[in-house]
């Protein structure tokens, strides 16, 4: 497994733990407000997932996807399979990049103007890094709700999850 494997492994199941350990809240604990990120559970999950989907548009060259609305797509259960679809689609797209050799091309990004050009890897990495930065603000916010038992999210405990027992 090289480095980008860990990266997307380590970057899509963290995400997914942390969604699994919300299938239990009720709406209040999913939308109380924090006074960081994004500013509530339900809100930073979407933020995180939308981030993903719209690179991966931006990086494949097309047009912004609209933006998945409704309880569809925000519930729990809604969420998760966003996110399994896009880490997917982005993984997928990520090793063809890299056994291309393209991480060093350039692409330009859909942001609107001025429209700004990013390399491959730089916006590979920006993905994985702004997850990372928003899954910290949702384990605080689990704590906040008292939630016990939270992963602690890092590679190593993904990498040890990987692994057979034994």
Do not use: Y
């Not at 090289?2 to 699994?20: C, E, K, V």
């Not at 996110?83 to 797209?93: G, K, Q, V």
């Not at 016990?148 to 990498?159: A, H, N, P, R």
């Amino acid at each position: 497994m090289d480095i980008l494997d860990r990266l997307l492994g380590h970057d899509a199941w963290t995400t997914r733990q942390l969604l699994l350990q919300c299938r239990e809240f009720d709406d209040e604990q999913l939308d109380r407000k924090f006074a960081i990120g994004p500013g509530s559970l339900r809100v930073t999950f979407d933020h995180i997932i939308w981030n993903i989907e719209a690179w991966t548009d931006a990086m494949q060259g097309r047009a912004l996807r609209a933006k998945p609305r409704g309880s569809d797509n925000t519930s729990i259960t809604g969420l998760i399979a966003r996110l399994d679809a896009a880490t997917e689609e982005f993984a997928s797209m990520a090793r063809k990049i890299q056994s291309e050799n393209r991480l060093d091309d350039r692409f330009t990004g859909d942001a609107g103007p001025p429209l700004i050009q990013h390399t491959f890897g730089g916006g590979i990495v920006h993905v994985v890094t702004h997850s990372m930065h928003h899954r910290a603000q949702i384990l605080n916010m689990m704590r906040q709700l008292g939630i016990k038992g939270l992963i602690e999210g890092d590679v190593m405990s993904w990498e040890a999850a990987q692994r057979p027992s034994g």
